[in-house]
């Protein structure tokens, strides 16, 4: 009985409507800020790390870059403070937290890679040979033109 009540207080606090944000995304985050009688919107813009919570409680970690600084904050995405959350570029990544960006330094902490190319696994074959010695003594002799 208080669980149902619980929920349907919840569900009025919710926003309406918010973008579809997954894990990789870039986004960018309208905050507002009272500093005395003035009120402003600081913009955050930076990468999708961690998203938790449920309902009413959910919250974003966006991680940007700053001056060679790592900066994470996080937003509670149905607060009335928020004032706009825009999706600048979707990410397509593979884990449910980004936790190892923090670990990256330059762009590589900057972009989320998207892999291209999937390894074609062929029967029989174990490995595959890299090295161009290796597979030049495959191939055979070079022709000589005469």
């Known amino acids: 009985m208080t669980k149902l009540l619980i929920q349907e207080l ?3 606090w919710q926003r309406g409507t918010l973008p579809d944000i997954r894990v990789g995304d870039t986004v960018s985050v309208g905050w507002t800020i009272v500093e005395g009688k003035k009120k ?9 790390i961690k ?5 009413s409680r959910e919250s974003i970690t966006i991680r940007r ?14 607060s009335p403070l928020l004032a706009e959350l ?11 937290k ?6 990256r330094i330059g762009v590589k902490a900057t972009r989320v890679k ?5 390894a074609i696994v062929v029967p ?9 010695a290796v597979i030049a003594q495959e191939a055979g002799p070079e022709p000589v033109d005469a």
């Open 65 to 78: 870059i700053i001056d060679k600084v790592g900066v994470e904050k996080t937003f509670l995405l149905h």
């Open 114 to 118: 998207v892999r291209k190319n999937k």
């Open 86 to 96: 825009v999706v600048v570029s979707k990410g397509k990544v593979r884990r449910a």
């Open 10 to 12: 919840e569900k009025s």
């Open 98 to 103: 980004l936790t190892y960006l923090r670990d």
């Open 51 to 55: 998203m938790t919570g449920i309902r």
């Open 40 to 48: 402003r919107v600081q913009k955050f813009e930076g990468i999708v």
């Open 124 to 132: 029989g074959v174990l490995e595959e040979i890299s090295d161009p």
